[in-house]
């Protein structure tokens, strides 16, 4: 989910300078970016995040960066294989300079296809180009493995003690970034109990709402229960805005917890914003919880807001199991919601590895409603693929009955 709200830029030549050693780096082609000789690195990236980001505010002082500055640190964090939050280069991917390349030194596109887990069952470099595809295309209909990844925290700020980060981003340490040719620092990573600690209070200095948006998103990609939890709860239980409020509930998302899921069930039962109690819905969808999908379930079907109902039907298809499919069949089958039928005849085509294929043509032979026969039609041609075309063309011969 959070990829959806963080963007970043290119970067062009670069100074490393570690200690009092540097080494330059010249006639990349790169767009805008750190100018050269403008990088730090933490010679000893460790202890309380304040304390690191005091030093980078000296250091900014000290070379004299009126204009301000970038600083950076990195958190862990369970991913999709597939998945990257950040700026997506396109075709110039192996040209330019990451966060990691700035950090750790260059690496060639294969390095960093093997380093990020990204390979083709680890063997993409050596695949022919079809064959590549091929497999590339296999992999994408599998659910996707959760790996750990690298994501990087960046504040736009100035040597200021006292000033408030004017931009807060995310992004992969495998992605580029474009730090609007201002200086850049970083101050290492840190473990979750770390990071928290700086960005917690930072929310407290907040004092626009975008400022609490900004450091909320960014609180939100720690899975931290005993920090992040009680946070989250006092923030939906107090008087923020709708927008702080909803961006709580996906916090509680993150979290697989059940304190985290009886908080999101009283937001979506009796939370005055619709945004809230949609945003807790999908909140639900990000849990790895048994009982986190029993309640998407339980929404689907007798929800008394059609719009929830079709918000967790949305989840449930993400969620294929054999009880949400049975869900899910009920649903398209049978629902007296034109709406909420629609929604779930198109869940299952929405279903992993093209699974929603049988019951969708069992639809189409068997449903007295020629709205939900041309509805199940329409979703057998979403799906796409060799199986689904032969299935579109017998149906248009007549030799399925």
Partial sequence: MVSRRWSAGALAGVCFIVGAASVSIHGLEAARGAAPGQVLLHPGPSGPMAERIAWARGEAK?????????????????????????????????????????????????????????AV???AAVMPSAARAQAAARIAEEPERRVIKDIAILLRTTSSETAFPSDIRISNLSCPFDFDDLPFIWVGMAADT????????LYGKAGTQED???VLRAIGLHRNVPIVVPFAERIMAGKE?????????????????LKALEILLKAIKGDLSRDVRERAVSGLVEMELPAAVDALILLALNGAD????????????????GET???LEKLSAADKDAKVQKEAIHALADLPRKSGLPYLITLVKTHADPRVRKEAVEAI??????????VLTELARGKIR
């Fill in 325 to 327: 499919i049975k869900a």
């Fill in 381 to 390: 041609g979403d799906i796409g693929g060799d199986e689904a075309v032969r």
């Fill in 241 to 257: 805005s709708e927008e702080i409020r909803a961006e709580a509930a996906e916090c509680l998302g993150e979290q697989s917890d």
């Fill in 212 to 214: 609490k948006l900004s």
């Fill in 194 to 201: 770390e990071s928290l600690g700086y960005l917690i209070p």
């Fill in 121 to 123: 069952r680890g063997t």
């Fill in 62 to 118: 000290a070379n004299g960066w009126t204009r301000g500055f970038w600083v950076g640190f990195g958190i862990r964090r369970l991913m999709g294989e597939r998945s990257t939050m950040g700026w997506y280069p396109g075709d110039q991917a192996g040209r330019l300079l990451t966060l990691d390349d700035l950090i750790n030194g260059r690496k060639t596109p294969l390095e960093k296809r093997v380093n990020q887990d990204q």
């Fill in 306 to 321: 059609p719009e929830i109902r079709i918000e967790a039907i949305q989840g449930l298809a993400d969620k294929a199991t």
